[in-house]
């Protein structure tokens, strides 16, 4: 009988102008510090949807103001580390806004060492696996709408 896990769920958005994308570098959060990663993205509060989550990560991250309607969903990424840890059982939701209030600029500095445009085909060095592998899919505009990411079947060359 195999054991059940906790899922714990993400929102990300990724402001797109044209062909660009806005990322930030981290540092000092303890995870992928020295990273280009998402500039708004964060965990699903306790009673909170996804979408409110990411509105409300947009003003708390970069200082923008993301209307609902102006959030595309992307692909929806359950990924894991491959350990049983129930920590590293991901739901991630990803979304895309082409519109927003405001002009994104780092709000966190001692969490944000950098906020700057990349070409979605020119991704900078490093990024998280996760978030390069959904966005190399976005700019190939190959991106399903649900993807597995880390499990060992996929490693091994079986179901996902």
Not at 19 to 29: A, D, H, I, M
Not at 63 to 91: F, K, M, N
Not at 102 to 125: H, Q, V
Request: include cysteine; proline fraction near 8%; glycine fraction near 6%.
């Amino acid at each position: 009988m195999s054991a059940r896990f906790t899922l714990v769920p993400a929102a990300y958005v990724y402001l797109r102008r044209e062909s660009e994308v806005l990322l930030q570098l981290r540092q000092n959060t303890g995870f992928m510090d020295g990273h280009w990663a998402a500039a708004i993205a964060g965990h699903v509060e306790a009673g909170e949807s996804v979408t409110h989550a990411a509105i409300r990560e947009a003003a708390e991250e970069v200082g923008v103001e993301v209307p609902a309607s102006a959030l595309t969903p992307l692909t929806v990424l359950h990924r894991t580390d491959g350990s049983d840890d129930p920590v590293e059982q991901r739901a991630d939701f990803f979304f895309e806004s082409r519109f927003w209030l405001g002009e994104p600029r780092i709000l966190e500095s001692a969490k944000c060492a950098d906020l700057r445009w990349f070409r979605i085909d020119a991704l900078p060095e490093p990024m998280p696996p996760h978030e390069r592998f959904v966005l190399e899919r976005l700019a190939d505009e190959e991106l399903p709408a649900f993807l597995p990411f880390g499990f060992r079947q996929a490693r091994e060359g079986g179901p996902a």
